[in-house]
């Protein structure tokens, strides 16, 4: 828990201090080579760290099953708390390159070493999905807001020296914490005579010849489906909430309030708030995290609503409801700004429930050997394939509207309901 919340708090905090790179830095001096500072390699920068993030879950996946999850997430927490500790001492964008790469490296190992830890040690896996999910969304909705309130008051390398400690003080708690990896399946094995798991590989993959085999062992299954169904999910999330913020500016409601104006005198001297200094709140900001914080929520049911119905069901629902929502989006955010923040917070709670729900899937459809492989898979799909549903969503906005890019986020939605039905008429036929 204490992991998944840092991973969400470092990947939703770096929006927020590319706006002051863009001011504060000129030049990215690369020896023989100079590029000016501008949001296309600024961009090309940040994606370097989101990037890696996705793409390093499939390699961190088949280290897990080698070497146990607890190392491999003790050393994903110091990685990203050193990253942050390097943000915060950056000279220029060439560190502040570096201390990205190293995040997303960091960063990417997390997902499949926490959900096999889960998936394998804990025997009431639904509600551990949940308890997990709820950090990860503390860490998504509270780390932005954390951030921001302290951008008010002090300079963006203390505030992102600030966030690095905490994931250093629980990499040594990490390293030092004492547990069984495999309780819940060596229960499931007692329980089935012994055999708890239908692949070959029962500690993971040697070789390549071994990855590529148990990967086709993997893909030829219905696990394919259930992949097809995260990426669903993936692009839906990135498509639905990186243009959010930009979305909802230009609504009634969402005028930037001076923080001046929000604060008695005597209090605004004490923080050092001038009178029209420019200091501002930006409502869409805290909207956003209110809407990732209600995703808590959406964890918790999730969660329990693997152990109560098929999670295939669950799948499809959650989707449909989602596609409901992205349909609704537009013209609710017409009706003015309370109908708006009551489709934000059922969208905020229905955009978590699916994950609970397609991670106990992947528990379902695959062995516990190729665990952590497995998860690899989904996290390659969700945060690889997935980091697409921003590149979809800024060209869509830029030739065409909103109205286009929820009615393609419906798309997405159907399909992955749709897959749902899928699986569960092939789990009871």
């Not at 949001?39 to 280290?63: D, K, M």
């Not at 008010?152 to 990499?171: C, D, E, K, S, Y």
């Not at 964890?299 to 669950?314: F, I, M, N, S, W």
Request: with cysteine.
């Amino acid at each position: 828990m204490l992991a998944h919340g840092a991973v969400h708090t470092y990947e939703m905090a770096v929006p927020l201090f590319v706006v002051i790179w863009l001011d504060q830095f000129d030049t990215i001096a690369l020896g023989v080579a100079q590029f000016d500072v501008t949001r296309a390699t600024v961009g090309v920068i940040v994606t370097l760290g989101y990037g890696l993030f996705g793409l390093g879950a499939l390699p961190g996946g088949i280290v897990v099953d080698r070497i146990g999850s607890r190392r491999l997430i003790s050393a994903c927490l110091l990685g990203m708390g050193l990253s942050y500790i390097l943000l915060g001492l950056a000279p220029n964008m060439v560190v502040v390159a570096l201390a990205l790469v190293l995040w997303g490296a960091s960063a990417s190992v997390y997902h499949p070493a926490g959900l096999s830890l889960i998936s394998k040690g804990v025997e009431e896996r639904g509600t551990g999905l949940a308890y997990h999910g709820i950090a990860g969304n503390l860490g998504i909705g509270l780390g932005p807001l954390i951030a921001a309130v302290l951008l008010l008051f002090v300079q963006w390398r203390t505030v992102a020296l600030v966030l690095g400690a905490p994931a250093i003080v629980a990499a040594v708690y990490a390293s030092q914490a004492n547990f069984d990896e495999t309780a819940a399946v060596d229960a499931e094995a007692a329980a089935d005579g012994g055999s708890a798991g239908g692949s070959k590989a029962d500690s993971g993959v040697d070789s390549l010849g071994e990855f590529l085999t148990e990967s086709r062992r993997l893909l030829a299954g219905s696990f394919v489906l259930v992949f097809v169904v995260v990426m669903c999910s993936g692009l839906y999330y990135r498509g639905v909430l990186t243009f959010l913020p930009e979305l909802l500016q230009d609504l009634p409601g969402f005028a930037p309030i001076p923080v001046d104006q929000l604060l008695p005198a005597g209090v605004s001297s004490a923080l050092g708030v001038e009178a029209g200094g420019g200091q501002e709140l930006n409502p869409e900001d805290y909207f956003y995290s209110g809407l990732l914080l209600v995703g808590v929520l959406g964890q918790y049911a999730g969660g329990k609503l693997t152990d109560r119905v098929p999670v295939e069901y669950g799948i499809a629902g959650a989707f449909g409801v989602l596609a409901v929502l992205a349909l609704l989006f537009v013209p609710v955010s017409n009706a003015g700004l309370v109908p708006l923040m009551a489709l934000g917070a059922v969208l905020g709670v229905f955009l978590f429930v699916v994950q609970p729900l397609y991670q106990a899937t992947v528990a379902e459809y695959t062995p516990s050997g190729t665990r952590g492989l497995s998860y690899g898979f989904t996290y390659l799909g969700v945060f690889g394939v997935g980091a697409l549903g921003g590149t979809i969503a800024g060209g869509i906005l830029a030739f065409a509207d909103a109205t286009a890019l929820f009615l393609t986020l419906a798309g997405f939605a159907v399909v992955g309901s749709l897959l749902g039905v899928v699986l569960g008429r092939r789990a009871t036929a």
